[in-house]
């Protein structure tokens, strides 16, 4: 086992219904929801590093021991109703939500659909979605179908990361890629196509920030800071010397962020 492995083993997937999920600490509840590329996992320095609050990582339908939706293509408000479920099966009905990549167009159908339940939303490069583009969804699947997880893992991860990014940084990116399932993945290629966020941000009215890397070169600036014109309450924030995932190449910063936004 891998320094990383016993790292990830510190926070072992527990079940709630049909999804799986690590968690850690005591205090207001934060729930993180990952990118299509991770996992529960890829919150590893949240969930050992930010303290002073319930920490939540879902593993999404179809990801870690999470099962499947049952619908072969589902929409990002179908992810909303199995978090809603989820959430409910814990009893919580006031939660701030951390929302990275797809995560976050999960996170902010969720909070248009019960806004009662979500207090704030803090979305990381969050994916816009395809708005229904069959030819980019197809695209993403061929892309997929061509590399698999290990491909993934080799191929993309380097994408996701900036260039000053530290080596564990790439290594749990790595090592969610290639736990990637497949069932999974590619449903929740069929949400990012189907999803058009910005329609779904004017329906939440509650506190809001976008953050995204200046490196992010999956979800670059431009989009972001689009998806924040679009909730009627947010605010954007630009976070030097990162890429698509800030939450692990600089978890420390990730965590201040956290901490301000939700105090």
Not at 70 to 80: E, G, N, S, V
Not at 195 to 215: I, N, P, Q, S, Y
Not at 241 to 247: K, N
Request: charged share 25%; net charge positive.
């Amino acid at each position: 086992m891998s320094a990383l492995d016993e790292r990830i083993a510190k926070f072992p997937a527990r079940r709630s219904g049909g999804i799986s999920y690590r968690e850690s600490g005591a205090g207001p509840t934060l729930v993180l929801m990952h990118g299509i590329g991770s996992s529960s996992a890829g919150w590893l320095f949240q969930l050992d590093g930010l303290k002073g609050y319930r920490l939540i990582a879902w593993d999404a339908p179809g990801y870690g021991e999470s099962e499947a939706l049952k619908m072969p293509k589902p929409r990002p408000a179908d992810y909303a109703e199995a978090m809603h479920a989820f959430l409910g099966r814990l009893l919580f009905k006031d939660v701030v939500i951390v929302g990275s990549s797809l995560g976050g167009l999960m996170a902010t159908a969720y909070a248009a659909a019960h806004a009662d339940r979500v207090r704030s939303l803090l979305l990381l490069g969050p994916a816009g979605g395809y708005g229904g583009d069959a030819k980019r969804t197809n695209d993403r699947l061929k892309q997929f179908e061509e590399l698999g997880p290990e491909g993934l893992a080799e191929k993309r991860s380097p994408t996701l990361v900036g260039v000053g990014a530290p080596p564990i940084a790439l290594e749990l990116t790595r090592w969610t890629q290639r736990r990637v399932r497949p069932d999974g993945y590619r449903q929740a290629i069929h949400c990012l196509g189907a999803g058009t966020l910005e329609l779904d941000a004017r329906r939440f009215h509650k506190k809001t920030l976008v953050a995204c890397g200046v490196e992010d070169v999956i979800t670059p600036e431009p989009g972001c800071k689009a998806i924040a014109k679009a909730f009627p309450k947010a605010e954007y924030r630009s976070l030097p010397g990162v890429g698509h995932v800030p939450h692990i190449e600089a978890p420390d910063t990730i965590n201040a962020l956290i901490r301000e936004f939700v105090s």
